[in-house]
């Protein structure tokens, strides 16, 4: 295990022995709850683990490699861009999908693109974030938040 995890592990095991002394039944129903709650997300986790090994299924490594590799820097990190714009996937499953990606070859850049743009950039959204505050405001913020997802991926780029 790495320092970092070891770390974690000693801070959390010391907030949790620090919330049991202070309100034991307290303590133990907000685990019942964290239980609860795991138990509800158990579904969508195994749905993410399937997803990621379904889209590394039809994408072997080559073609991630070829999309999203050394190939053209600039086209692949601009066409990353847009798949992560118009692509609706929750952050928890993106991560553990792009951490895929870069495993099997794809470029940090264009892979930094498609997640900060799938993160920042609401094409799907655009209608509700239209109606809630206005057309002006929708498209400055997408547009803004486009140039500067295409920014932080450079940036990632000259850091690495």
Not at 108 to 136: C, D, H, Q, S, Y
């Amino acid at each position: 295990m790495d320092p970092f995890t070891v770390i974690l592990w000693i801070v959390t095991l010391t907030f949790f022995l620090v919330s049991i002394k202070k309100d034991k039944n307290k303590t133990i129903n907000s685990m019942k709850s964290a239980k609860s709650m795991m138990g509800n997300m158990g579904g969508e986790i195994l749905a993410i683990l399937l997803l990621i090994g379904l889209i590394l299924t039809f994408l072997p490594s080559e073609t991630i490699n070829k999309l999203m590799g050394e190939e053209n820097i600039l086209r692949s990190t601009v066409a990353s861009a847009l798949v992560g714009t118009v692509t609706l996937i929750p952050a928890f499953v993106a991560f553990p999908l792009v951490g895929s990606f870069v495993n099997n070859g794809a470029n940090l850049i264009p892979v930094a693109a498609f997640l900060t743009t799938l993160t920042m950039v609401g094409f799907v959204t655009f209608p509700l974030e239209k109606r809630e505050f206005g057309v002006k405001f929708a498209l400055v913020r997408n547009l803004f938040s486009f140039f500067a997802a295409l920014l932080i991926a450079l940036t990632i780029g000259v850091m690495v």
